[in-house]
RNA sequence: GGCCCGUUGGUCAAGCGGUUAAGACACCGCCCUUUCACGGCGGUAACGGGAGUUCGAUUCUCCCACGGGUCACCA
């Protein structure tokens, strides 16, 4: 496909959850390297250890693995490159640093956190760090050093001049070097930045095309820079647009925690299908040629997936069309395989009649999602409270008097079948309907009711009643006749 | 606020100088039907504004407006 080879890395943060603009990214960092038959590294990034979040490497881990999106070299596989954990790998930033000093692309600021603050919210940026240790003398250094003092390593950006730097999604992107700050390669603390430690290790383990948001685009000059003080190639640089999420005043921004559920764990906990939610975003920022919207497999995606289908504006995070999607993909699921996934969220013990099977067929094609199994198994368990008036039906012309005709008609004829299955029943159902001069639609509504004390059901009124069964039909028939009266 | 990026229906989006401006979700209608859903058919709905370039701009250039991103010893 392509002569050159490509490596991708998907490098993820171990502070939370994983969000599903971070599996985005993920996903097409997997269907690029399949794409073109190369390499798909994982590395944890893990050097803020502020932020650093227990179990969150086993959620990367477990996503990546849920999802299919299987990677070539990384923690737990191993591979020419490693450790693929930042933390483990201090002493390979420290090396590589002092490597900047010595080339005069980097020096040791002793200056306290404090001169370069955050700016508070609402203001304007006041211009950053003076630079005040880039003009130290090489004794004073020497002397500070020697004191103990303790110090950072910041990257020595050039005064004038411009950098220019080629996306291949946004194509050319210039800056004037002036906007550039001296940024922060070694923290205090002995951990690289992200700003130092990504460019190091993609340059070490062979990433060729880097795949990350947009957020990302106006500092890429600096590590372009980076590249070029080393005397290393620069990689592909491929932004992807951001995910955005609708704010409560309707407004919107970057997709992330106070846009409600919209971590991958949450989206499984809530019944959506880990191929649906791919699916879904897959096609969130990326059109493949023939604007195909359906795909059956990753395999199948990854043929597909080119840079130039990647667009350039941010895509608003639509729920209803994930919901599709989810419906869609559950519907395709192998009855046996839907039953499986169904199970989890089946928390409502089910009564001895009720034929588990056979509900869940019934309930298959209706669903968006599988959190709503319960709710909608709920009138099988036990019909719930209703009015008599249900009985109406405008279409068919029934009246509350001539359903309680129905059904006392019905009664009998139900309690004299001997194959109680959903075939005979409405064989059963449609002759009495001949007998009584009535249209079957008509009975049939009214013995629906009756079972189901709902005026939507899955399904209509005898596959109900083989789904639960002789008895309870005739007790529910009974019991409507009763409330008829 | 400086800098960077973006702007096709409500949303996701195709389009890459000449099109009746695709398709999907949502919405509406009809059909199918044992209610609903599924499925089938059809419909409503878009090129932010202004200058250029051109025989001709949704497509190219510039300006404006709007939206977003970014300005950390976070990634």
């Known amino acids: 496909m392509s002569a050159t080879r490509v490596v991708t890395r998907f490098a993820p943060s171990p502070t939370g959850y994983m969000h599903i603009g971070n ?5 097409y960092a997997y269907l690029l390297a399949r794409h073109h038959g190369g390499t798909f590294i994982l590395r944890i990034e893990d050097t803020d250890r502020q932020r650093l979040v227990a179990d969150a490497t086993k959620v990367i881990l477990d996503t990546l693995r849920i999802t299919g999106l299987s990677y070539d070299e990384g923690p737990g596989v191993g591979g020419p490159h490693g450790p693929y954990v930042q933390s483990e790998r201090l002493d390979i930033y420290r090396r590589y640093a002092l490597e900047l000093i010595e080339k005069g692309a980097a020096y040791y600021c002793f200056c306290a956190k404090e001169r370069q603050e955050e700016p508070e919210p609402g203001e304007a940026l006041g211009g950053g760090y003076d630079r005040h240790c880039r003009y130290l003398s090489k004794e004073e250094v020497e002397a500070r050093l020697a004191a103990g003092m303790p110090y950072v390593i910041r990257q020595k950006m050039p005064l004038d001049g411009t950098t220019v730097f080629y996306d291949e999604v946004f194509g050319e992107i210039a800056t004037e070097n002036k906007e550039l700050q ?48 080393f005397g290393w190639p620069r990689p592909h640089y491929v932004h992807l647009p951001l995910m955005m999420g609708r704010n409560g005043d309707g407004s919107v921004s970057k997709l992330s925690k106070r846009h409600g559920s919209v971590s991958f764990a949450d989206l499984l906990a809530d019944g959506f299908l880990p191929q649906a ?26 043929e597909l997936f080119t840079v130039d289908g990647i667009s350039k504006s941010p895509s608003v995070f639509d729920f209803d069309k994930l919901l599709w999607f989810n419906g869609e993909y ?12 169904i199970k989890p969220f089946l928390r409502t013990p089910l009564p001895d009649f009720v034929d588990l099977d056979r509900a869940l067929a019934l309930l298959h094609g209706r669903l968006d999602k599988l959190s709503l199994i319960d709710e909608k198994m709920a009138f099988f368990v036990q019909v719930p409270p209703y009015e008599t008036a249900l009985f109406c039906n405008k279409k068919n012309k029934v009246t509350e008097e001539q359903a309680r005709g129905y059904l006392a008609a019905a009664l009998p004829v139900l309690e004299g079948l001997t194959e109680w299955e959903g ?63």
Request: proline share 5%.
């Open 277 to 302: 939610i791919l699916n879904y975003i897959a096609l969130l920022g990326w059109c493949p040629k023939d604007s195909q919207t359906e795909f059956y497999s990753l395999a199948e995606l990854a």
């Open 182 to 229: 001296d940024q922060v390669l070694l923290k205090a603390d002995g951990y690289p930045t992200y700003n130092f430690c990504h460019v190091v290790d993609d340059y070490l383990m062979g990433v060729t095309h880097v795949l990350r948001g947009t957020e990302y685009l106006t500092s890429t000059p600096k590590y372009a820079l980076l590249y070029d003080s």
């Open 423 to 485: 075939a005979a029943l409405y064989q059963a159902m449609t002759e009495l309907a001949a007998r009584l001069d009535c249209k079957p639609a008509a009975l049939l509504w009214c013995l629906r009711i009756a079972v189901s004390g709902l005026l939507v059901t899955p399904g209509g009124a005898t596959e109900i009643m083989a789904v639960i069964g002789r008895d309870e039909s005739l007790l529910r028939v009974r019991a409507a006749l009763d409330k008829l009266s």
């Open 330 to 341: 559950i519907r395709r699921l192998p009855f046996p395989e839907f039953a499986q996934a």
């Open 23 to 27: 599996l985005r990214t993920a996903l």
